[in-house]
């Protein structure tokens, strides 16, 4: 019964996305760290993946189950190369402004995450308590 409470609704769905948010966080972060290594080629998932996958898996439960109950499960993540920046005289295949851009994006998207998963934890302690 408490495993139900916790497998319903968007918290399935939120947790896969803070997950995915702290893999890629770490993977800008060692892009970061390496800006400067000669031949580093930059890692990164990809988002579009992700939103893909997590897609799917959402419609495989909800048609499994009638509802919006029970496991979400996803694929692992898997870290490409990225080719979209300049070549330097290095071998380092670099760009800080994307760099920077990419770890924004992904700290807003975790922290959003992070927000809806705390109301909904809220939530919760609320209808155990009867404040509901």
């Known amino acids: 019964m408490i495993e139900g409470m916790f ?20 993977l800008i972060a060692n892009n970061i760290a390496n800006l400067s290594t000669p031949d580093y080629r930059p890692t990164d998932l990809s988002v579009s993946e992700f ?30 190369e990225t080719h979209d920046n300049l070549l330097f005289h290095d071998g380092n295949d670099r760009s800080l402004e994307h760099t920077m851009q990419a770890l924004a994006e992904n700290t807003m998207t975790h922290n959003a995450a992070l927000d ?13 308590r009867g404040q509901v």
């Not at 918290?11 to 996305?17: D, I, N, W, Y």
């Not at 809806?116 to 155990?128: S, V």
Request: proline content about 3%.
């Open 7 to 26: 497998n319903t609704g968007s918290m399935p769905a939120l947790e896969r996305v803070v997950a995915f948010t702290s893999q890629r966080h770490q």
């Open 51 to 80: 939103q893909k996958q997590l897609g799917k898996a959402i419609d495989a439960r909800r048609s499994n189950h009638g509802s919006a109950r029970g496991e979400l499960g996803t694929d692992p993540f898997e870290a490409l």
């Open 116 to 128: 809806l998963l705390r109301n909904e934890f809220n939530l919760l302690q609320a209808a155990i």
